[in-house]
């Protein structure tokens, strides 16, 4: 008698469990996805060189976008250097009083 209700409660458990799967399955299908891997189709050799050539062509134009580099004048170089010999001096300054 033990056996019945305990194959009765496992058809029960198999009939909750199938009934999930169909939901988890239907709610797939509305999300647009009939399969869960998440794999796409084959792209066609015309698409695939579409493709390729506007990636080459946005790379192309961000090269020629690229920020000409800038130089400093013979004047500021000489600033920084005086300013960065006055920290120096400073610096030095205060470890011979310590």
Known sequence: M???SVIEQLKKEFE???KEV???GAALVALGSSSSNGSRG???TAARKK???AQ???WAKQKGQAKPKRTMS???RKRIAAAQRA???KLKGQKKAA
């Open 42 to 44: 084959t792209l066609s």
């Open 74 to 76: 013979a004047a500021g």
């Open 16 to 18: 909750r469990a199938t």
């Open 51 to 53: 493709i390729s050539l």
């Open 87 to 89: 920290r120096w001096a």
């Open 2 to 4: 033990a056996n019945v």
């Open 56 to 58: 080459r062509a946005r």
């Open 22 to 24: 169909k939901q988890l």
